[in-house]
C-alpha cells in the first residue's frame, strides 16, 4: 500500500510528466543486445546514457521511497524463464529527506542485464516492457516497450518512423482552406483569455483568504507581525521587513509553478491530454477525497519536519532580508497541512481551464501568494489594527469541515472527467447530482449541528452563522434535487455536471440538446454536400467545462437552437476522446521540427486537425466554412448568446445564394 506521501509524489510526477514527456529521448540514450550463451541460454543487455543531473531509479530502490524500475517480460514461464536476478551496474545511494528512507539510482550511465532460458525451441522475439523514473528536481514517469530476436542479433526498439502511408494519411486532414487570412483575427480568443487569466487569479485569491482563516496559517499573522515590529529597531524598519516577507510569500508561490513552464512549448496538444488524461483524473479524485479526509480531522498531510527544522535554522543564522526568505520558506512548509490541500484544488481547477495550464497555474499561485502575504504588510502598516482580529477557536475547525466538502464536490468532478472520456458510464448526469446532493445535506446537517466529527471532539453550540449557511446548503441540495427531476433549471452550474445527453435515460443520440450532429468530419462534410448547408465545426471535448457552459447556457437559445437545427451541418469533434483508431488509420505525425508523434486516438486525430487546419488548441473553438472550404467568419471561442447569434447570422447569410 503506498504511502500518501508517495501518492502526492507520483500524482505531481504524472503532472510533470504531462510537460517533460516528449522530452525523455533527449534526456536518455537507450541502447539494447542479446548475447547469446548456449542454445537455450541468452543474456538481455539493457544500457543508457543519462543527460547531466538527471537519474533514474533502481530496480532494487527502496520501495518505500521513489518507485524502482519494473520489468514485465511477454511469454515469461510459457515461453522463457529468467535465471538469477537483475543484474545492475554501478548505482548511487542516497538519503532521502522527503521518503525519509535511502534511495538507489543511476547517474550518467545505466546497465542492466537479465539472463533467461528459452523453454520452447520455437521462440524468436522476446518483449521486454520497462516502467522507470526519470528524475532531477522532479520525476517522469516513462513507460518503454524493447523487443529482441531470440536468435541472438539485437533488434531495434519498437518505434514507428513516417512512411509514405502516414504522410498520405497526414495529408488527408489538410483542407485547402482559401480564405486563411480570417484565422488571425483574434480578438475574440484574446479578451476570452485575458478575462479567463483574471477569474484564475481571482480563484487563487480567493483561495488564499480561505487559508488565511486555517488554523495552520491565522494564529501565525499576530506572531509574525510583532516579531517584525518589536525586534527592529524602528518601526520604519519592522515595516519594510514585514513588505520584504509578504514580497517574498508570494515569490515563493509563484515559484512553485515554475517547472510547468520548462518544456510547455514542446507540443500544444500536451496541455490538452493533461486535463483529459483519464488516469490522472483519476489519481486526481483519489488525492482529493486523502485531502478531504485530512480536513475532516483524521491525519494531517504534513512535509518532512526536517525541512522545517532546516529553513527555521537558516533564518535564524542568515539574518537580514535573506533570513525574512528563509522564515517565509518555513510558513510555507509548516503551513502545508492546511494551504496543500487548497492549492491542489488550485492546480486542479488551472488544469481544467482554458489556456497555457503554466500560465494559468503561475496567475493563479501569485493570487494565492498575494492574499496570503496581504495581512503581513497591511498589519505592519497599520498595527492597531491586530485588535480588531479575531481570536482563534472552533470557528476554524469549521472552515476546515466546509473545505473538506468541497474538496469532496471538486473531487467528483475529477472522477467524472475520468468517466466521460474513458466511456465507463459510471456518472450519469443523475448520479452525479445526487452525489452533490446527500454532500450539500451532510454539510448542511453539520453545519446546523446535527452532528460532529469524532476528531474535532463534542459538539459546539449551535451559532447563528452557522446555521444561515446550513440552512443555505440545505437549499443548495433542494435546488440540485429538482434539478435532477429538471424542475429547474442548472444553467448556472453549467460545465461543472456531465452534460445534459449523459444520462440513465439516454437515447441514441449522444450530441449536445437532442440535435442532430457528426463526431467525424468527412461523415459531416458529405452531409454537408448534400443538405447544400455550411458546417459548423465545434472543437470540443467530453472534460471541457466551457464546451458544456456554450451548449447548456448559449445554444439552448431558442434563436440560436434554430440555427442550429436549421441552418447549418453540425459537426462535433472532441479532441479528448480516448477511443482507438480503427488499425488503418492510424499514423504518425511529423511537427515541423522533426518530431514525431502516433496518432492512435480519436482524440489525438482531431486535436492534430484543430493545429494544423486553424492554428488553434484550445476548447470551445467554433469555425464556419462552406464545402468549398471557404471561411465565412473568423472563428469564435467563449461568447454571449447575443455575440454568438450575431456570428452565426453572418456567416449564414454570406451562404445562402
Not at 214 to 220: E, S
Not at 299 to 321: C, F, Q, R, V
Not at 620 to 634: C, G, H, I, K
Amino acid at each position: 500500500m503506498r504511502s500518501v506521501k508517495q501518492l502526492v509524489f507520483f500524482a505531481f510526477s504524472l503532472i510533470t510528466a504531462t510537460f517533460y514527456g516528449q522530452k525523455v529521448d533527449e534526456l536518455v540514450q537507450w541502447s539494447q543486445a542479446i548475447n547469446r550463451v548456449n542454445d537455450s541460454v541468452y543474456e538481455l543487455v539493457f544500457t543508457a546514457k543519462i543527460a547531466p543531473d538527471w537519474h533514474i531509479y533502481s530496480a532494487y530502490t527502496d520501495p518505500n521511497g521513489s518507485l524502482p524500475a519494473e520489468f514485465t517480460y511477454s511469454g515469461l514461464n510459457t515461453e522463457f524463464i529468467l535465471l538469477g536476478d537483475l543484474e545492475e551496474g554501478p548505482t548511487v545511494q542516497k538519503y532521502s529527506d522527503v521518503f525519509e528512507v535511502t534511495e538507489t539510482y543511476f547517474i550518467n550511465e545505466l546497465i542492466w542485464k537479465q539472463k533467461i532460458k528459452k523453454i520452447n525451441a520455437d521462440l524468436n522475439v522476446v518483449k521486454v516492457d520497462l516502467f522507470y523514473q526519470l528524475c532531477q528536481e522532479v520525476c517522469i514517469p516513462v513507460d518503454k516497450q524493447f523487443v529482441f530476436n531470440a536468435d541472438g542479433n539485437s533488434a531495434a526498439e519498437t518505434q514507428r518512423s513516417v512512411s509514405d502511408r502516414d504522410r498520405t494519411l497526414t495529408e488527408s486532414l489538410i483542407l485547402p482552406i482559401k480564405n486563411k487570412d480570417l484565422l488571425s483575427s483574434t480578438d475574440n480568443q484574446t479578451a476570452g483569455t485575458e478575462q479567463g487569466l483574471w477569474t484564475i487569479f481571482s480563484l487563487g485569491f480567493l483561495g488564499g483568504l480561505i487559508a488565511l482563516l486555517t488554523p495552520c496559517v491565522f494564529p501565525m499573522i499576530p506572531l509574525t507581525v510583532s516579531f517584525f515590529t518589536k525586534q527592529s529597531s524602528n518601526r520604519s524598519k519592522g515595516i519594510v521587513h514585514a513588505l520584504w516577507y509578504g514580497f517574498f510569500i508570494v515569490m515563493i508561490y509563484g515559484l512553485l509553478s515554475v517547472p510547468f513552464h520548462v518544456f510547455a512549448s514542446v507540443d500544444a496538444q500536451i496541455l490538452n491530454q493533461m486535463a483529459t488524461n483519464v488516469w490522472l483524473n483519476t489519481l486526481f479524485f483519489v488525492i482529493f477525497v486523502f485531502f478531504a479526509i485530512s480536513f475532516f480531522g483524521y491525519y494531517e498531510l504534513t512535509l518532512p519536519s526536517s525541512w522545517a527544522h532546516k529553513m527555521d535554522d537558516a533564518s535564524n543564522k542568515k539574518g537580514g532580508i535573506l533570513g525574512i526568505f528563509f522564515m517565509a520558506l518555513t510558513l510555507a512548509i509548516v503551513s502545508f497541512s492546511c494551504t496543500g490541500p487548497i492549492l491542489g484544488g488550485l492546480l486542479g481547477s488551472t488544469a481544467l481551464a482554458e489556456g497555457s495550464v503554466a500560465w494559468n497555474l503561475t496567475v493563479g499561485m501569485l493570487g494565492f501568494g498575494v492574499a496570503l502575504a496581504l495581512p503581513f504588510g497591511l498589519f505592519a502598516l497599520f498595527p492597531g489594527m491586530l485588535q480588531s482580529l479575531p481570536k482563534s477557536g472552533s470557528w476554524m475547525t469549521d472552515v476546515k469541515v466546509v473545505l473538506g466538502f468541497l474538496e469532496l464536490g471538486l473531487a467528483l468532478k475529477f472522477l467524472s472527467n475520468a468517466d466521460l472520456v474513458g466511456h465507463w458510464g459510471l456518472l450519469k448526469r443523475e448520479v452525479f447530482l445526487g452525489i452533490w446532493a446527500v454532500l450539500a445535506f451532510l454539510l448542511g446537517a453539520y453545519l446546523i449541528g446535527l452532528y460532529r466529527f469524532k476528531s474535532y471532539g463534542p459538539k459546539d453550540p449551535r451559532k447563528p452563522v452557522k446555521v444561515v449557511l446550513g440552512l443555505l446548503s440545505f437549499i443548495f441540495g433542494v435546488y440540485l434535487v429538482a434539478g435532477i427531476n429538471k424542475a429547474v433549471s442548472l444553467n448556472a452550474l453549467s460545465g461543472f455536471p456531465p452534460p445534459d445527453f449523459y444520462t440513465l435515460a439516454q437515447t441514441d443520440s449522444d450530441c449536445p440538446l437532442g440535435l442532430d450532429c457528426y463526431k467525424d468530419f468527412e461523415q459531416g462534410y458529405q452531409a454537408a454536400l448534400e443538405q447544400k448547408k455550411p458546417m459548423l465545426i465545434d472543437f470540443t471535448g467530453w472534460a471541457c467545462v466551457n464546451c458544456r457552459k456554450m451548449e447548456e447556457g448559449v445554444w439552448t437559445d431558442p434563436e440560436v437552437f434554430k440555427y442550429l437545427n436549421e441552418s447549418v451541418v453540425l459537426i462535433s469533434l472532441y479532441v479528448d476522446d480516448r477511443k482507438d483508431l480503427a488499425e488503418e488509420d492510424r499514423f504518425v505525425f511529423q511537427f515541423p521540427n522533426g518530431r514525431i508523434k502516433e496518432i492512435n486516438k480519436v482524440g489525438q486525430k482531431w486535436g492534430t486537425f484543430q493545429n494544423i487546419n486553424f492554428n488553434a488548441v484550445s476548447q470551445p473553438f467554433y469555425v464556419l466554412m462552406d464545402t468549398e472550404y471557404n471561411l465565412l467568419q473568423p472563428p469564435i471561442q467563449l461568447a454571449d448568446k447575443k455575440t454568438y447569434l450575431e456570428w452565426l447570422k453572418k456567416g449564414t447569410e454570406l451562404k445562402k445564394p
